[in-house]
């Protein structure tokens, strides 16, 4: 017969209690554990590489004529923060919150929604204000073409590159 248990007896004894007598007592969680995500939707301008970044698609961008929402359904989330990485305005933050449970389906998503603008031109809904906005900000050459959707934008330039191929000029000589 083998001793083994007895000596894990022994050893567990004299080590004494290794548990947390949770939920009565703060869990041992390391600096390091990745809870769920916080989207501050201040920050947020709806550009969706949160989206594209997210390996399980617990992200997502819906989309309809008059706004765009992005939606985060925590029960899909693995944890991996790739979305707080490629934020370009730091609007996820990581939380080390691991208590998820509830008892409703709808407190497991959490949704930032975001008006859109509409093209100076043709009048079609394109991107969110606070994405527009952003672009004006980082890129002042754009400010003029900001307010005009990517068609409309794709059709002014081939009706300028085509003008100065055929030879139509303001100056004349």
Known sequence: MSHKPLKLIIIAGSKGRVTVKYPYQEPLITPEFRGEIEIDPAK?????ACVKACPPNALELL???????????????????RCIDV?????IKGTRNFELATDKHTDLYTLVVHTRTTCEICGKPFE??????????????????????PDCRKRLLAEAVSARRVGISEHKE
């Not at 947020?44 to 969706?48: F, M, N, S």
């Not at 989309?63 to 923060?81: A, N, T």
């Open 44 to 48: 947020c301008i709806g550009c969706g």
């Open 63 to 81: 989309e309809s004529e008059k706004e765009v929402i992005l939606r985060y359904f925590v029960g899909r989330c693995i944890f991996c923060w």
């Open 87 to 91: 934020c370009p305005v730091n609007a």
């Open 128 to 149: 969110t204000t606070r994405m527009q906005r952003y672009i004006a900000e980082k890129s002042p050459v754009t400010e003029e073409y900001a307010s005009i959707c």
